[in-house]
């Protein structure tokens, strides 16, 4: 086995872009090591083997152990790791970004700076999440009101759908099993999503903080971002796995989202939606795809100039 001394880091080519990643992989009560360039999970069962650069998220859960060379494999392959808690209620995560262009976090700071185009962008979350509605020229309290009312009708409408009793959304945090099953179902498949939206804003290189509907929070845009699949994804997955019985509900939630946006590819959409919100008019060729590194110096009037060399001779004293 090398160490992480004799490992160069990959480049942007020897990685596995997002789009075609796993969603995410749970682990429990295991120890999670390294061999070569995959990361081992070892528990009472054996020892399972998972090739690292095929994850978007890892998700360790109670009883976990991780070492350092299973981290640093992790964190050069891009993968995120999320520490989940009992009820995967609270999660941690670290990663490294799959770009080495600065193209899509510029774009997401430009934006967000002003007043006007970050309400742009949350009009557009808006439309993603709700297709069909007009929300042109509703100011930011109109907004919330209608996607408050529209999730309202999501719950009940699923509840109706599969027989169960809806008394509406209670969560404390830190207290997952405060709430009814259905509750805890919805909780849970809330964190699979915010780990999966949190691993692809960081894969992109984006900036998680900077967000256009949430805000204060060092997971803003990630929040945006998880909340645009939550009426489609989330809650009618929970809600069909709350009717099947309260127990293990947190677990089978879990499985049934990994499978559903394995299904349906949603690493993939998810990269592509944050693209097309932070990027509507960039040209047929990515500016995020190079592979190269360029770095440039930034000069006045808006223009970048040559790195790696001194402009001492330019400049008049």
């Not at 976990?64 to 808690?85: C, F, I, K, N």
């Not at 409408?157 to 805890?184: C, I, S, T």
């Not at 019985?245 to 990269?271: F, Y």
């Not at 790195?307 to 004293?317: I, K, P, T």
């Amino acid at each position: 086995m090398s160490t992480v001394g004799k490992r160069g880091a990959s480049s942007p080519r020897e990685l596995t872009r997002m789009s075609d990643r796993l969603s995410f992989v749970y682990l429990e009560r295991c120890i999670v090591h390294r061999e070569d360039n995959a990361i081992t999970a070892e528990d009472a069962d054996g020892i399972t083997h998972i090739p690292s650069a095929t994850i978007g998220t890892l998700l360790l859960g109670p009883g976990t152990r991780v070492t350092h060379q299973a981290m640093s494999v992790l964190g050069d392959s891009g993968a995120g790791v999320v520490w989940v808690g009992e009820q995967g209620v609270r999660f941690y995560s670290g990663g490294r970004a799959l770009t080495r262009s600065s193209a899509l976090v510029e774009a997401q700071a430009t934006a967000w700076a002003n007043r006007r185009t970050r309400l742009d962008v949350a009009r557009a979350m808006y439309r993603m999440r709700f297709p069909g509605e007009n929300v042109d020229g509703l100011s930011r309290h109109e907004l919330l009101g209608r996607e408050g009312r529209r999730v309202k009708d999501c719950y009940r409408a699923q509840a109706e759908k599969v027989g169960l009793a809806w008394n509406g959304r209670h969560y404390v945090p830190g207290d997952y099993d405060v709430g009814d099953a259905a509750n805890q179902a919805v909780t849970a498949a809330a964190q699979c999503m915010y780990g999966i939206a949190q691993t692809t804003v960081a894969a992109l290189g984006c900036a998680p903080g900077l967000g256009f509907i949430h805000s204060g929070h060092e997971l803003a845009f990630v929040l945006d971002i998880a909340d645009l699949y939550k009426t489609e994804i989330a809650i009618p997955i929970a809600f069909d796995i709350a009717a099947e019985g309260p127990e293990d509900v947190g677990s089978r939630t879990r499985r049934a989202i990994r499978d559903r946006v394995n299904q349906v590819g949603l690493l993939k959409r998810c990269v592509h939606d944050i693209k097309r919100l932070l990027l509507p008019d960039a040209p047929a060729q990515d500016p995020t795809a190079d592979d190269a590194d360029h770095v440039t110096l930034q000069s006045d009037r808006g223009i970048n100039i040559e790195s790696g060399r001194n402009y001492a001779e330019d400049v008049h004293w």
